[in-house]
C-alpha cells in the first residue's frame, strides 16, 4: 500500500500543476491565454509514446493500490471479531486515519466520473472539439470540456466532496506511507508529518479551485 | 495570594482526598470459549476511591461468592503495573480512563460517584475469550518463541563496558524492552494488529550488539507468526501508541518495516 501511494503521490504533483495551468488564464494573470498553456500541456501528455506508456503504469498503479486496498480491509475487519459496546473513537486516533477505506471508496467512485468525463472523450473516443494554435498543431480543448462539465452544480458538489476525501485520505496516507516504507527517523518523520500536512491540504485546495472557478465563470473560453 | 505551601496543599487534597462512591458496572459474562457472552448489570456501594480497579472486581467477586453467584474471571498477577496480566476494556479504552497506566494501577479516583463502567474483555481474533474477562494471549507467547530471543552462546557475564553500545540505541532499545505484553495495543487497535508488541521486541534486540547476528531470520519468522496467528496488518492509525501503559512508541513499527524489508531482499536462506 505504502509503495503504490507514494506512486500516487508522485502522479498528483503532476496532475494538479498540469491542471493548475488552467489559472494562466485568469484576468489578473493572463486573460489573452483562453487555456492555451493548459491545452498544449494536456497535448503533450497524450501525444507521445513516453507519456502514453506511462498512463498504463498509473493505471496499473491506481489498479494495485484499490485491490490491496480492499484485500488489507477486509482482512482487517475479520481480526477484530466482535465489536467493542464502547469503543476507542477519538481518544487513540483520528477519524480519518480509521476511514482510509471509506475514503478511498469515494475517490475509486469520483474517478470512475472523472474518467468517463474527461479521460475517455480524450483519448478513445476523441469526440472533443479540435483547437489549433500558432504552430498548427491541432489539438482537443479540454479547456472548453472542462468549462463545460463544471456549469453543473451537482459535478461540482461531486468534484468538492470527492477534494475533501483526497485531503483526508492524504492527511493519513502521506505520511503513513513513509512508515510503512520503515522511515523511523524521528527528525524526518516529523518533517514529513508537516509536509504531508501542507501536501494534502495545498493539492485538494488547487484541484477544488478548478470546478469552483470554472462554475463561477471567473475562468471562461472566450 | 496564598502561599505555595498552602496551594500545594489545597492541590494534594484536590487530587487525593478520601471519598467513597456508589457505581454501577456493566461487565461482560461469558460461561466458555464457545459460550453466547452477555453484558449482566452489577450495582457497587461504598467503593473507596483509593482502591484500584481489580480491588473493586475483587469486591464484587467477594459478594457474588457468598450469594452463591460465579465470581468474574479475570486476568492480574502482579497488582503494580509490570507483570503485563490485567487486561480489561474499561469504558471503551484498554486499562481504563488514565494515561500509561495498567488495570492494576487504576485508582477509583479515576470515576465518580454514580459512575456507569462498562468493563469488556481484549477483543481479537487472535485472543479468544476464555471466561468473562479472561482471554487467550498465548499468541504472543508463540510470537516470541518464533524469534524474539538471542539464542548465540554470549558467554560469562562480561564487563558492562566491555561491549560498546551507543547510548541513544541503548535509550531506545530500554524503551521498546518496557513492553509488558498485556495486549492493550491489539484491543485498541481497529485491526487488532500486534505489530507494536512485535515491533517492540524486534526493535529491543536490533538496537544491541547482542541482536545482530539473528536480526534478519527474527524479524522474517515473527512477522510471518503474527500473521499465522491471525492478527491484522497495521495501518498506523496510531491508537495502539496511545493506550500503551508502557508508552512504546509507534516509531518502532516503522523501524521493523524498515528490517523487514531489508531482510526480506538481503536475507542468507
Known amino acids: 500500500m505504502g509503495l503504490t501511494g507514494l506512486f500516487l503521490i508522485g502522479f498528483l504533483v503532476i496532475h494538479v500543476g498540469l491542471n493548475a495551468c488552467i489559472f494562466a488564464d485568469l484576468p489578473f494573470l493572463n486573460p489573452s491565454d483562453n487555456g492555451e498553456m493548459f491545452n498544449r500541456a494536456a497535448h503533450f501528455m497524450g501525444s507521445t509514446i513516453v507519456t502514453r506508456i506511462l498512463e498504463l503504469v498509473l493505471f496499473a498503479g491506481f489498479i494495485l493500490h484499490i485491490i490491496q486496498g480492499y484485500q488489507l480491509e477486509i482482512q482487517n475487519r475479520k481480526r477484530r471479531g466482535t465489536a467493542y459496546s464502547v469503543g476507542l473513537g477519538n481518544r487513540g486516533s483520528k477519524w480519518y486515519s480509521r476511514s482510509m477505506g471509506l475514503l478511498g471508496t469515494l475517490i475509486f467512485l469520483f474517478l470512475i466520473v472523472h474518467i468517463s468525463a474527461f479521460w475517455v472523450p480524450s483519448r478513445i473516443t476523441h469526440d472533443l472539439a479540435p483547437v489549433a494554435y500558432g504552430n498548427g498543431v491541432e489539438m482537443h480543448n479540454l479547456y472548453l470540456r472542462m468549462f463545460e462539465v463544471f456549469q453543473s452544480p451537482l459535478i461540482v458538489l461531486l468534484y468538492l466532496v470527492a477534494c475533501a476525501s483526497l485531503c483526508f485520505h492524504l492527511l493519513h496516507g502521506f505520511q503513513s506511507a513513509f512508515r510503512t516504507m520503515g522511515v523511523h527517523n524521528k527528525k524526518y518523520l516529523t518533517m514529513l508529518k508537516s509536509l504531508g500536512y501542507g501536501f494534502a491540504v495545498v493539492v485538494s485546495v488547487l484541484f477544488a479551485l478548478m470546478p469552483i472557478a470554472m462554475h463561477f465563470q471567473w475562468i471562461k473560453p472566450d | ?269
Open chain 2, 1 to 269: 495570594m496564598p502561599s505555595a505551601t498552602v496551594r500545594a496543599g489545597w492541590c494534594v487534597r484536590f487530587y487525593m482526598e478520601h471519598y467513597n462512591m456508589n457505581l454501577t458496572l456493566k461487565v461482560w459474562r461469558q460461561d466458555n470459549k464457545n459460550a453466547q457472552g452477555r453484558f449482566e448489570t452489577y450495582p457497587v456501594k461504598d467503593v473507596s476511591s483509593e482502591m484500584s480497579f481489580l480491588e473493586v472486581i475483587d469486591l464484587l467477586n467477594d459478594r457474588l461468592v457468598k450469594e452463591g453467584g460465579d465470581p468474574i474471571a479475570f486476568d492480574h498477577d502482579c497488582r503494580e503495573g509490570i507483570c503485563g496480566m490485567c487486561s480489561m476494556y474499561i469504558n471503551g479504552r484498554p486499562h481504563g480512563p488514565w494515561h500509561a497506566t495498567t488495570t492494576c494501577q487504576l485508582h477509583m479516583r479515576a470515576f465518580k460517584d454514580g459512575d456507569t463502567v462498562v468493563v469488556e474483555p481484549w477483543r481479537a481474533q487472535a485472543f479468544p475469550v476464555i471466561k468473562d474477562l479472561v482471554t487467550d494471549r498465548s499468541a504472543f507467547d508463540r510470537l516470541v518463541q518464533a524469534g524474539g530471543f538471542v539464542s548465540v552462546n554470549t558467554g560469562n557475564a562480561v564487563d558492562g563496558n566491555a561491549i560498546p553500545v551507543n547510548k541513544d540505541n541503548a535509550d531506545a532499545s530500554f524503551a521498546a524492552a518496557s513492553c509488558i505484553a498485556c495486549g492493550a495495543c491489539v484491543a485498541a487497535c481497529k485491526n487488532a494488529s500486534a505489530s507494536l508488541f512485535l515491533a517492540a521486541k524486534v526493535s529491543h534486540l536490533a538496537l544491541l550488539p547482542q541482536g545482530q547476528p539473528e536480526r534478519k531470520s527474527r524479524v522474517l519468522s515473527m512477522v510471518a507468526q503474527m500473521d499465522k496467528e491471525g492478527f491484522g496488518s497495521c495501518t498506523f492509525t496510531g491508537a495502539c501508541e496511545a493506550v500503551c501503559p508502557k508508552e512504546i512508541s509507534i516509531t518502532n513499527i516503522s523501524r521493523m518495516h524498515k528490517d523487514y524489508l531489508f531482510a526480506g531482499v538481503a536475507a542468507d536462506k
